[in-house]
């Protein structure tokens, strides 16, 4: 079964952002939820051939910017984007990672 994002945010009240797995058009993998290690923040499964890996729901450390949704009262706890990441990048990875420090105090 085919979860929308907006079914998972609502599904519990401790979710607060959801992604989605994101494909290539040669239908590898570009972004399957982020993990996040000693050697810095890693997309799962990117470039891997999709066979239906990452497909049931769980709770990882960020998700990409590409597609998110976030709860308003997060916003308002962890506040906006970061403007020190501009022009771009790790700005959606440190909002994630705001999200999961708040709730871990």
């Known amino acids: 079964m085919a979860e929308t994002l907006i079914d998972v945010i609502e599904s519990e009240s401790n ?3 959801v992604g989605c797995k994101l494909l290539y058009p040669n239908g590898k993998i570009q972004h ?3 993990i996040i290690n000693l050697t810095g ?4 499964g990117e470039c891997e051939k999709e066979m239906g890996r990452y497909c049931k729901i769980e ?3 960020f998700v990409t910017g590409a597609v998110l949704l976030i709860k308003t009262d997060v916003i308002r706890k962890i506040g906006l984007l970061d ?3 501009t022009p771009l990048y790790y700005e959606d ?7 999961w420090f708040m709730d871990t105090k």
């Open 15 to 17: 979710i607060g952002i």
């Open 59 to 61: 709770f990882l450390k």
């Open 83 to 85: 403007e020190g990441f």
């Open 32 to 34: 399957a939820g982020g």
């Open 41 to 44: 923040g890693h997309n799962r």
């Open 93 to 99: 990875v440190d909002w994630c990672v705001r999200q």
